[in-house]
């Protein structure tokens, strides 16, 4: 459970504040802020029923997009509106649906497996050997230099703090972290569709991929 709400809140460039405020704003149930820290840290060992019935009521509003709440939200609340214009992506299931409650709760008790597309056993170690992958697949083998303007227009992320994580991904001065990977790969996925036209290359054959060219420039290194 704590992977994926923290994975939820890298995708969208959340912080733990955004969906107690929804929660009040729209008055979906009651979710306090350090319920949301503890949970994406793993230390919220006993939530109340309330707590799951509050995400699930938020993620259920965020499933159908935000422009129902354009007027409520700029009425009382315009800075989180502008969050959430930025990015508000629901929890999905495998089969296309918002998770509500009750599948909240299984996978908080372990009942019920993360959805695939949530879970891709990524590790620290692989994080940074991707991280290298990353910036020659993207490039094609070219340099940083000569690419970055054509990869960072078809990057669709617009937060600034996420941009310069990823420019500096990929002219190898950071590397992501096993959790960044996990948030960012959609979006990358994204951009690579854009970049190569491939659209038919799904978020897993993108990471297979990766992990191929991974071991390739493994490969290279070994004298």
């Not at 939530?47 to 129902?68: M, R």
């Not at 354009?70 to 998770?99: C, N, R």
């Not at 891709?120 to 991707?130: K, M, S, T, V, Y």
């Amino acid at each position: 459970m704590a992977h994926l709400i923290h994975v939820w809140h890298e995708r969208n460039g959340w912080s733990h504040k955004v969906l107690p405020a929804l929660a009040e704003c729209l008055d979906l149930g009651r979710v306090h802020s350090s319920q949301i820290s503890n949970l994406r840290n793993g230390k919220l060992s006993s939530p109340g029923p309330e707590v799951f019935l509050a995400l699930s009521q938020a993620n259920a509003v965020l499933s159908k997009g935000i422009d129902p709440l354009k007027a409520k939200l700029q009425e009382i609340h315009p800075e989180l509106l502008k969050v959430l214009e930025d990015s508000a992506t629901p929890l999905q299931g495998d089969d296309g649906k918002p998770l509500g409650a009750g599948k909240l709760f299984e996978i908080f008790l372990g009942l019920a497996p993360l959805p695939s597309c949530f879970d891709w056993f990524i590790e620290d170690d692989e994080a940074i050997a991707l991280s290298a992958a990353l910036a020659d697949y993207l490039c094609c083998g070219k340099t940083w230099r000569n690419c970055r303007e054509q990869v960072m227009q078809a990057y669709p992320v617009t937060k600034p703090q996420r941009r310069e994580r990823f420019a500096e991904v990929m002219a190898g001065i950071k590397d992501y972290s096993a959790e960044e990977f996990d948030g960012e790969l959609l979006d990358l996925n994204f951009t690579h569709i854009a970049l190569s036209g491939n659209s038919k290359q799904g978020v897993n054959d993108f990471l297979k991929s990766l992990r191929l060219r991974a071991e390739e420039i493994k490969s290279q290194d070994v004298p």
